[in-house]
């Protein structure tokens, strides 16, 4: 009898290990689902070729991982929706802000949007994917 409710006791804590863990994994994936954040933005910049003009935008983004789908809005319009990717840093960022870049015909793009007090940023550059983008950018914020 004793054996019978000790493999029953078993069973039980490997059950409970296995729903703890997967939990675990789940939260972990979704991290950065629903998501919301506000910038101000002091020029025109575009993204993902569409141009943002001065004033407050508002992003969203869901996604699992390091992956998100981004969408810009300013007002109530929907300014343009992109792929991005959430860098980690070591530090908070001390304020909420952007980095451009300079394109060839001399307007600007924003690579990064980075939050007070976050660990991480989005990086919006789709050309440099896999590059930090704020290494070669210009500070948006003022």
């Known amino acids: 009898m004793q ?7 078993m069973k039980t804590k490997n ?5 703890l863990l997967g939990a675990s994994l789940l939260l972990a994936s979704v991290a950065f689902a629903g998501e ?11 993204v993902n070729g569409k141009t943002l003009t001065p004033g407050t935008s508002q992003l969203s983004w869901e996604g699992t991982g390091s992956n998100v789908q981004v969408s810009i809005r300013q007002g109530k319009d929907t300014i343009a929706t ?3 990717q959430i860098e980690t840093a070591k530090n908070a960022a ?4 952007y980095a451009t870049k300079q394109e060839n015909d001399g307007s600007k793009s924003i ?12 990086n919006l550059d789709q050309q440099s994917a896999g590059t930090p983008a704020a290494a070669a950018s210009a500070p948006g914020n003022r």
């Open 3 to 9: 054996l019978k409710e000790n493999l029953i006791l």
């Open 15 to 19: 059950y409970t290990k296995g729903f």
């Open 36 to 46: 919301k954040a506000s910038v101000k933005l002091y020029d025109d910049v575009k």
């Open 82 to 84: 992109l792929p991005a």
């Open 94 to 97: 001390s304020s909420t802000g």
């Open 111 to 122: 690579t990064t949007v980075f939050f007070a007090g976050k660990k991480y940023s989005l």
